[in-house]
């Protein structure tokens, strides 16, 4: 459908390449290919394989589906890396929250989500972060128990349309430091230390990424 080898991504460079259980890349002379058990294919383009080059190399995990979540959910990348940064990295593992039903069990599965996380939370334990989101609000899970919470990619796209929602279009430095306190606390002054972190983080990755 894009030509084979005479289209614009050309021969492929590498194998592919699981980036999670569910989930698998492959770079081409022109862009990455990008598939998702839970979201199908997608495709990279060459300034995206580059953006995803530079995350990788700045130590997050599934560099691909970060680029890919901040293109479909319309957050912009750079904001999409602070928010990664502060949270996981882009690691697909659950968090160390004191408490949580999960805490620190390493990463995260559909089938330690579906048997042991999920079951506990329908039953009122503690949550805890879950994915490269690092999502923990409970209601999330029991309101949307079919998502994919286990792919990196189905969880970015749920973390990033929440800052989305918080940020509605302003990308100020105060919008990001009320956005980033949000989605840490719930309240937009309930964690002004992360959201003084996370716009900083929002501005340094910005820069980073411009031109790609």
């Known amino acids: ?19 999670s259980a569910t989930s698998t890349y492959q770079q081409y002379q022109g862009g990455i290919i990008y598939w998702s058990a839970n979201d199908g294919v997608s495709t990279l383009t060459t300034s995206q ?13 599934n560099a691909q589906a970060i680029v890919q979540a901040a293109h479909d959910t ?7 890396a602070a928010l990664m940064a502060k949270e996981s990295m882009g690691a697909n593992v659950y968090g160390h929250d004191a408490g949580g039903a999960m805490s ?10 579906t048997q042991q996380f999920l079951p506990a939370i329908l039953s009122g334990a503690i949550s ?3 994915g490269p989101s690092q999502i923990t609000y409970p209601g999330y899970f029991v309101q949307n128990q079919n998502l994919a919470w286990w792919d990196p990619y189905t969880n970015m796209c749920f973390g990033f349309k929440l800052m989305a929602g918080y940020l509605n279009g302003d990308y100020s430095d105060a919008s990001l430091i009320a956005a980033g306190s949000t989605y840490n606390s719930g309240t937009a002054t309930g964690a002004p230390w992360y959201g003084q972190s996370f716009d900083q983080l929002a501005v340094n990755w910005t820069n980073l990424l411009a031109g790609t």
């Not at 459908?1 to 980036?19: D, Q, V």
């Not at 394989?49 to 995990?61: C, E, K, M, R, T």
């Not at 620190?104 to 989500?113: L, P, R, S």
């Open 1 to 19: 459908a894009n030509g084979g080898p005479t289209g614009r991504l050309g021969f492929p460079t590498t194998n592919e390449t699981p980036s």
């Open 49 to 61: 394989q580059i953006a995803a080059q530079i995350l990788s190399d700045g130590g997050f995990s």
């Open 74 to 80: 319309g957050l912009p990348l750079g904001i999409a």
């Open 104 to 113: 620190g069990a390493g990463e995260v599965t559909q089938q330690n989500f």
């Open 128 to 130: 805890n972060g879950v």
